[in-house]
């Protein structure tokens, strides 16, 4: 699979067959991943991976307190701004007629959405999972080191065959993760991400993208 086909089939699945990920092989991929870019080389990421029983635990404990109606966790950051400008507005709102739609959801069906949502802490049905700190002292520049550090990881699983969903919705349950990683008090819970084969009998619908000109400007001579 060369890096192209990676970048355009690698996309957010959110359904997973409970085949097993090996070890090995993810220890193949975050061995590569290691190689992505950090500012100053400071590589900031703190990447936990969960498989078998401790994930199950994970799943049940979150679920315990989903259907218990626990409300989240208080923010350890913000995930977006209060208010989104556009064009961020649009496309937030695409993106939830997009996902939303390809369920058979309404717009407002809240408590479908919700159920929908909920598959989150189930990481879709996958049997792997990476949750992505960084140390609380550490700022932006840091931060978006992670993003290189979890796109590259999220390429290379598609170069083994496997997808994932990176997913802030664990941001929301972090002290129920910190339970069974036990981080030192230092980290914040960045993202979790579901790992596994994708369920081929889901339907999805793909996102879509902005026109070039909005996200790129060329100047030229
Ligand atoms: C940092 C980050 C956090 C995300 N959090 C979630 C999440 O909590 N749950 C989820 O289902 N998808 C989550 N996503 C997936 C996005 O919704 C998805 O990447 C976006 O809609 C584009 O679609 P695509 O990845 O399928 O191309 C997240 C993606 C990123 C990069």
């Known amino acids: 699979m060369d890096v192209y086909e990676a970048v355009t089939s690698r996309r957010a ?10 070890r090995e092989v993810l220890e193949r991929v975050l061995s590569a991943a290691a190689w992505s870019p950090s ?3 400071l590589q900031p990421w703190r990447a936990y991976v969960l498989t078998g029983e401790p994930l199950a635990e994970l799943k049940k404990r979150a679920g315990e307190r989903l259907a218990a109606g626990d409300p989240w966790d208080e923010r350890e950051y913000e995930t977006y701004p209060p208010v989104l400008k556009s064009p961020y507005r ?27 949502a909920s598959a989150n802490w189930d990481c ?6 990476l949750f ?5 002292d550490l700022g932006l520049p840091q931060w978006s080191d992670l993003g290189m550090y979890l796109q590259t990881v999220m390429l290379l699983l598609r170069a083994e065959g496997l997808h994932s969903c990176p997913q802030m919705a664990w941001s929301m349950y972090r002290k129920t993760v910190a339970e069974v990683v ?8 960045f993202c979790g991400m579901s790992i596994g084969f994708e369920d081929p009998t889901a339907s999805y619908i793909r996102t879509g993208r902005a026109p070039l000109d909005e996200t790129v400007t060329f100047v030229e001579g």
């Not at 709102?93 to 996902?99: D, M, R, S, T």
């Open 13 to 22: 699945v959110r359904a997973f067959t409970d085949r097993p990920v090996p």
């Open 39 to 41: 500012a100053s080389n």
């Open 90 to 116: 649009e496309h937030r709102f695409a993106f939830g007629q997009e996902h939303y739609g390809a369920l058979g959801i309404a717009r407002d069906d809240l408590e479908a959405r919700q159920r929908a």
């Open 124 to 129: 879709y049905g996958a049997p792997a999972a």
């Open 132 to 136: 992505c700190y960084i140390d609380r």
């Open 182 to 189: 036990s981080p030192p008090d230092e980290l914040i819970l």
